[in-house]
């Protein structure tokens, strides 16, 4: 009798990896199995320097779709747009060291607070707007006024789990740069929201309105 071996596969929160991230990640790899690759797009990279210096060539310090696969055991890390998650062939007690180091260091890449990129988040959120709005009608402006966050929240929820899951830097944590810097292009789309989601419901009774149908 034996005890049959199955893989271990876990997803993650929205993560945002550093160089430094990635040195780690290779240096479990490199320590515990026979050989690894890395792939972006079209390209295959032997090691993590090899990537770096082939972007610093072009001047790109921030990459999308990256994948770690490594060989005797097999274990494949997906650094994706849409999703970051590990697959490991198997949960022997081999395998299964290599991948609580390297969940590890994945899970200190969510971004923070990760809770609220979470779906269940915004399901609990509407929840709590709906059954207030039932059983306490005084407080409908406050919820009128906190939909339009609420909306901003998702629309933002949804840029970072459908295009942006997976954030690759190509330069240390100590070395990154400030957040307005680092955020800008988002922080621009949050402002076009709140401000179109806010105008929307001043200037548009009808639209307000139907929200007051919706939550009621």
């Known amino acids: ?4 071996e199955r893989p271990i596969t876990k997803e993650y929160l929205p993560v945002k990896i550093f160089l430094d991230d990635l040195l780690v990640i290779e240096k479990i790899l490199n320590e515990e199995t026979d050989s690894i690759k890395i792939k972006i797009d079209d390209m295959e990279f032997d090691s993590v320097s090899e990537l770096v210096s082939f972007y610093e060539n072009k001047n790109v310090e921030t990459v999308f779709n990256l994948e770690i696969d490594s060989s005797g055991p097999y274990i494949s890390i997906e650094l994706r ?3 970051t998650k590990i697959y490991c062939s198997s949960d022997s007690v081999e395998v299964s060291g290599i991948y609580y180091k ?3 260091v994945l899970e200190n890449c969510l971004r923070k607070p990760s809770f609220l990129y979470s779906y269940y988040t915004i399901y609990i959120i509407a929840g709590i707007l709906f059954i207030s709005q039932i059983f ?3 407080i409908e402006k406050g919820l009128l006024i906190a939909a339009p966050f609420y909306i901003c929240w998702v629309i ?3 840029y970072i789990r459908l295009g942006r899951n997976s954030i690759i830097y190509l330069y240390n944590r100590r070395k990154k ?3 307005w810097k680092r955020n800008a292009d988002q922080l621009v789309l949050l402002v076009i929201t709140v401000i179109l989601t806010a ?4 200037y548009f009774p009808s639209i307000t309105d139907f929200v ?4 009621s």
């Open 177 to 179: 740069k400030g957040f």
């Open 102 to 104: 390297i969940n590890q």
């Open 136 to 138: 306490s009608r005084s």
């Open 199 to 202: 105008a929307i419901t001043y």
């Open 81 to 83: 747009r849409l999703w």
């Open 1 to 4: 009798m034996k005890k049959v």
């Open 156 to 158: 933002w929820n949804g």
């Open 212 to 215: 007051k149908k919706i939550i």
